[in-house]
């Protein structure tokens, strides 16, 4: 695939190249080019080359001038201030990149792909096992499903995990409730059925703990079967599969909600590792990284301590010879550097479990799990907050299914949805469709148009709004260009780069060019927020080329009829591929 390199990228390597052809005693230098509002863009560098040389900025600033070649590229540039230089590009220039876009066979729009792959491990999206998924679990699978999105869209190769957390003392408990009471997983209905499932794993539970609460004899065997459990016993393990099993049914149940794929052989949990979890403690123990301190190992740093000021250690091994959960992290670190041979690790986890993975990727450097070349990130996140500004619960105070949240969602767009189905004549199914579609994009947009680490509101009436920063803007925004579209009767999309733009459509034209580069940027920062933003402009730059570019005026000249028709397919080429990314549908008629 040949990409197409933006306009800023051209304007950028002319400007570098005209530096040092007007002062090479400078060396490389960087123009410092950015987006302007007195112009297309602005070059700043030459400010801090003239006090390196000791010399008169505007009269640099002309040098530079006189040194860029003349081309199609460049319409005006104006020496402003004490050297600054105001672009304003061809409007042939911007027409024949975005052309060249549109012409890309492979459907990219003309964003290349990295020159330098590496392998990412993503881990995210990490339900328990035998529990139920709830608003907590939210934002690890819509943030982690757009980044392996994002990435893999960049070029990276990205191997996707799924941490669930299948293996713990909790185990034990369940298992010997099954032991002495057979059948109890089994349901009523579709064994694929996810609500059936958790029905089925619920009552277990809630079983299981009571009689473990209140009988001490259950509790003793119990205890007695987590050893089993640990020590490989075929029959415990054969049960313990057996929750696993109907917890995958429910997990995949949620996750097909949230319009998200989930395969099994990404789900990794932690019992995928069990069988690392000796030698990671004696690699550590054996290399003095960890030592034992009242009889468990544990790890020490000089930064982190407690209120006491005493060092907080991170535990590896318990002192009743059970491993914590460093145990587990480490050794999946060992695996996915050593065995599927990652450049990076990047873990889509709680802003809450920072220190814990400060103090496990510390561990791993010391190890030398972590070496040169490979890095360890947490992409971290806030929480979700009621429209009170109080953690989101349910107003008996419980924590909020993520089932109930997704479908709440749905009914909501529905309505919506529902009201506007008339004017556009949608039918039943069409108004279900859509209704998902926009409730569940509206839920994975207000996460995702958030920075990352910030905490948010939920407040679904204004997820669903046709108003302001919202998925469903975006999304209708998407169909009015599809309406224009079929409206155009023989008309078709085609770009003359000889026509005068109006101002609408050299702003809608010079932020369509910068996709890739944002693109590039999400990528490589892990801010996902940051192609919601650009997605969410777009749409602002496409509702002021309505109000002031008609598109099918009869009093269009035809070519300019099949330019503007060319920039809003464009447009709509680019609104699709973002939410694509992003994990949200664009429903053709809404």
């Given at each position: ?10 304007l950028?390597?002319q400007?570098?190249?005209?530096l040092t052809a007007?002062?090479p ?8 080019l950015?987006?302007?509002?007195r ?15 000791k010399g ?7 040098q ?8 199609e590229?460049i319409?005006e540039?104006?020496?402003s201030g ?11 220039a911007i ?5 060249a ?13 990295k ?16 529990k ?13 499903d ?15 995990r799924?941490h ?17 009471h ?13 609500e ?12 299981s ?11 003793a065997?119990?205890r007695?079967?987590?050893v ?7 029959e ?16 995949h ?19 995928g ?30 930064d ?18 059970g491993y ?10 060992r ?15 709680d ?9 496990v ?15 360890a ?16 619960k ?23 949805v529902?009201e506007?189905?008339g ?15 926009v ?10 148009s ?30 009015r ?16 780069p000889?026509l ?27 801010e996902?927020?940051?192609l919601?933003?650009?997605l969410y ?7 002021t080329?309505?109000d002031q ?12 009829v ?5 920039l809003?397919?464009?447009?709509a080429?680019?609104?699709?591929q ?13």
């Amino acid at each position: 695939m040949a990409s197409v390199p933006s306009l800023a990228s051209t304007l950028q390597q002319q400007l570098a190249d005209a530096l040092t052809a007007a002062l090479p005693e400078a060396g490389a230098a960087d123009p410092l080019l950015r987006r302007s509002d007195r112009a297309d863009f602005q070059a700043n560098g030459i400010l801090a080359l003239a006090k390196k040389l000791k010399g008169n900025p505007r009269e640099l600033a002309g040098q530079v001038t006189a040194a860029l070649p003349a081309g199609e590229l460049i319409q005006e540039i104006e020496v402003s201030g004490p050297g600054f230089l105001n672009i304003t590009l061809t409007d042939k220039a911007i027409v024949e990149t975005l052309a060249a876009r549109a012409a890309d066979a492979e459907g990219r729009l003309g964003v290349p792909l990295k020159s330098e792959a590496g392998t990412t491990v993503i881990d995210y999206a990490q339900p328990n096992v035998a529990k139920e998924m709830h608003v907590g679990h939210l934002r690890s699978a819509v943030i982690g499903d757009a980044m392996v999105k994002i990435m893999e869209f960049t070029g990276e190769n990205v191997v996707r995990r799924h941490h669930i957390g299948d293996w713990g003392t909790q185990f034990g408990m369940l298992i010997q409730y099954l032991i002495e009471h057979p059948g109890a997983l089994k349901h009523e209905g579709d064994a694929a059925d996810g609500e059936a499932a958790m029905s089925t794993l619920n009552r277990v539970y809630k079983a299981s703990r009571a009689l473990f609460d209140s009988d001490e004899e259950f509790k003793a065997r119990s205890r007695d079967r987590v050893v089993a459990l640990q020590a490989g016993d075929p029959e415990t393990l054969e049960l313990w599969q057996g929750f696993v099993d109907e917890s995958k049914i429910y997990f995949h149940s949620v996750f097909d909600k949230l319009d998200m794929e989930v395969r099994d052989p990404d789900i990794v949990g932690e019992s995928g590792y069990n069988a690392m979890l000796e030698e990671t403690c004696r690699i550590l123990e054996e290399t003095g990284v960890a030592v034992r301190s009242e009889g468990a190992l544990c790890v020490f740093f000089d930064d982190v301590k407690g209120p006491d000021g005493n060092q907080v250690p991170l535990i590896v091994k318990k002192t009743n010879g059970g491993y914590g959960y460093a145990a587990t992290d480490l050794s999946a670190i060992r695996n996915r550097v050593q065995d599927l041979k990652a450049d990076t690790l990047l873990y889509v986890v709680d802003a809450r479990q920072s220190l814990h993975f400060k103090m496990v990727f510390e561990t791993a450097r010391r190890a030398g799990w972590l070496g040169d070349g490979v890095q360890a990130v947490q992409l971290a996140f806030g929480t979700v907050l009621g429209k009170d500004g109080k953690p989101f619960k349910t107003r008996e105070g419980e924590t909020v299914r993520l089932e109930d949240l997704l479908d709440e969602a749905v009914s909501r767009a529905t309505a919506v949805v529902r009201e506007k189905a008339g004017k556009v004549g949608l039918s039943e199914d069409e108004i279900v469709e859509n209704g998902r579609y926009v409730g569940v994009g509206a839920v994975k947009y207000a996460d995702l148009s958030t920075s990352a680490v910030r905490d948010y509101k939920f407040d679904l009436d204004q997820m669903v709004s046709l108003n302001g920063d919202t998925s469903v803007y975006l999304q209708y925004a998407y169909a009015r260009i599809q309406s224009i579209l079929r409206k155009a009767g023989d008309a078709v999309p085609a770009a003359h780069p000889e026509l005068a733009l109006a101002p609408a459509e050299r702003a809608l034209g010079l932020h369509l060019d910068q996709f890739g580069e944002v693109l590039s940027e999400v990528a490589s920062g892990y801010e996902p927020h940051k192609l919601a933003a650009y997605l969410y402009q777009l749409a602002s730059h496409l509702t002021t080329f309505y109000d002031q570019c008609q598109v099918l005026s009869p009093d269009n000249a035809p070519e300019v009829v099949e330019n503007r028709l060319f920039l809003v397919e464009l447009t709509a080429r680019t609104l699709h591929q973002g939410m694509a990314l992003l994990g949200i549908r664009t429903p053709e008629r809404l």
